[in-house]
C-alpha cells in the first residue's frame, strides 16, 4: 500500500506537482472533502512550514491557513518578523477530515494510516523547495516528519533534524494557541518558538 506515491509526478517541479494534487486518490478523505488544499509560498523558501490539515475553512476556499489558526499563524508570524510572503506553507495531510455534526463539520485528527498516505505529497514538496529549515507546527506533522515517538511539548522549540538532516524546529499547531485558556500565555511562547526558528536559519 503505497498512499500518494503513484500520483506524485517524478519530474515537472511545483507546477506539475499542484496540477497532480486534485487527482490524488492516495486515501479516502479526497471524496467527502470540497477540495484538495495545496501548500503555497515561494519555492526557494528558506524554511518550510507543516501544519495538520486544512480546516472548514480552508476546504471551502481552496487556500491554506486562511481560516481562525491562519489568523493566528499570521500574527505569530509578524511578531516574530517573518513575512508569510517568504516562507513555503504545506500541511501534512492535504484534504479535511471531519465528523458531520448536524449542519456543521468538525475537525478530527487525521489518522497515521491517512497522514502515511498522504506523506509522498510532503516529501516531493520538501525535495523542491529544499528548505533550509523546516517548522513542524503540532503533532500531526510530528508525526509525519519526526515519528510517532516524537513529543512536540516535551521539544517545543529545541533544534532537531529530519531523519534525511534537515534542520527542523517543533513548536505546537495556531489552533492549540486559538483554543487556550492562557491565550496571552501561549501566544507569547508560539511567537518565542518562530523567532528561535528564525534563529536557527544558517
Ligand atoms: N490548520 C492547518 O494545519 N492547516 C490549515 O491550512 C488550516 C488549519
Ligand atoms: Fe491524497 Fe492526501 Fe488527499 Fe489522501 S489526504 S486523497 S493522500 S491528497
Not at 506515491?5 to 467527502?32: F, H, I, N, T
Request: proline fraction near 7%; aromatic fraction near 6%.
Amino acid at each position: 500500500h503505497t498512499g500518494a506515491q503513484r500520483w506524485v509526478p517524478d519530474r515537472g517541479g511545483m507546477r506539475a506537482l499542484k496540477a497532480a494534487l486534485p487527482e490524488c486518490r492516495g486515501c479516502d478523505l479526497w471524496s467527502y472533502a470540497e477540495q484538495v488544499v495545496p501548500g503555497e509560498g515561494p519555492v526557494r523558501a528558506r524554511m518550510m512550514l507543516v501544519g495538520e490539515q486544512p480546516g472548514d475553512v480552508e476546504d471551502k476556499q481552496g487556500r491554506i491557513f486562511v481560516g481562525p489558526a491562519g489568523r493566528l499563524l499570521d500574527k505569530a508570524l509578524v511578531e516574530a518578523g517573518i513575512d508569510r510572503a517568504d516562507v513555503y506553507l504545506t500541511n501534512a495531510v492535504k484534504h479535511f477530515r471531519f465528523e458531520p455534526r448536524g449542519k456543521r463539520r468538525i475537525h478530527k485528527t487525521p489518522s497515521v494510516g491517512q497522514i502515511v498516505a498522504c506523506s509522498p505529497w510532503l516529501r516531493a514538496e520538501q525535495a523542491i523547495v529544499r528548505p533550509s529549515l523546516v517548522v513542524v507546527l503540532g503533532s500531526v506533522a510530528a508525526r509525519a516528519l519526526l515519528g510517532t515517538g516524537f513529543k512536540v511539548t516535551q521539544h517545543r522549540g529545541e533544534a532537531v533534524e529530519l531523519p534525511d538532516g534537515t534542520p527542523a524546529m517543533a513548536t505546537v499547531h495556531p489552533s492549540a494557541v486559538v483554543r487556550s485558556e492562557e491565550f496571552r500565555r501561549d501566544f507569547a511562547l508560539f511567537v518565542d518558538d518562530l523567532k528561535a526558528a528564525v534563529a536557527l536559519l544558517p
